[in-house]
C-alpha cells in the first residue's frame, strides 16, 4: 500500500516543485519483536523503501522519511491490552513513563513535513518515549 501511494504521489508532488513524504513504520521495524514476524518485516520494508525513494526522488526535491512510533495510545493498541497488562508492559519498557498519544506522532510527522526539516531524507525517527535506547 506505501509503495502505491507513494508512486501515484511522486508525479504530483514533483509537479508542485516538491515536498515531503512521511511513510509510518513502527519500532519492530527496527528492532523486531517475537510472535509478529510478518508484521516486523513489513515494517523493516518500509525503511528500505524510505531509502530507496529519498534516493531516487531527491533530484525532485521531494524529500522521503519515517516515523516509528513507540507503543502508542491509540484504536489499534487498545483491543490487544488485556487488562491493562499490555500497557503495563510497554510502559515499563519506556524509559518516558508512559504511553505515546497520537499527538506525539503528529507532532513528528509535521516537523518532517516542515522547512525545519528541508535538508532531511531518507532517515527514520523513532517517536517511542525511548523505548529503543535500551532495547
Known amino acids: 500500500g506505501v509503495f502505491r501511494t507513494a508512486k501515484a504521489a511522486i508525479p504530483l508532488i514533483t509537479r508542485s516543485g516538491g515536498g515531503a513524504l512521511v511513510f509510518t513504520s513502527s ?56 487488562e491493562g497488562s499490555m500497557t503495563t508492559y510497554m510502559v515499563g519498557r519506556t524509559p518516558m513513563g508512559r504511553a505515546g498519544q497520537p499527538e506525539d506522532v503528529a507532532g513528528a510527522v509535521a516537523f518532517l513535513c516542515s522547512d525545519d526539516a528541508s535538508y532531511v531524507s531518507g532517515q527514520w525517527l523513532a517517536v517511542d518515549g525511548g523505548m529503543t535506547s535500551i532495547r
Not at 54 to 63: D, L, N, Y
Not at 69 to 74: A, E, L, Q
Open 27 to 82: 519500532v519492530e521495524g527496527l528492532v523486531g519483536s517475537a510472535m509478529i514476524p510478518a508484521y516486523c518485516s513489513a515494517k523493516t520494508g518500509l525503511l528500505g523503501l524510505c531509502r530507496s525513494v529519498a534516493h531516487e526522488c531527491g533530484p525532485a526535491g521531494i524529500r522521503v522519511n519515517c516515523v516509528n512510533p513507540g507503543f502508542i495510545d491509540s484504536p489499534m493498541t487498545r483491543p490487544l491490552d488485556f
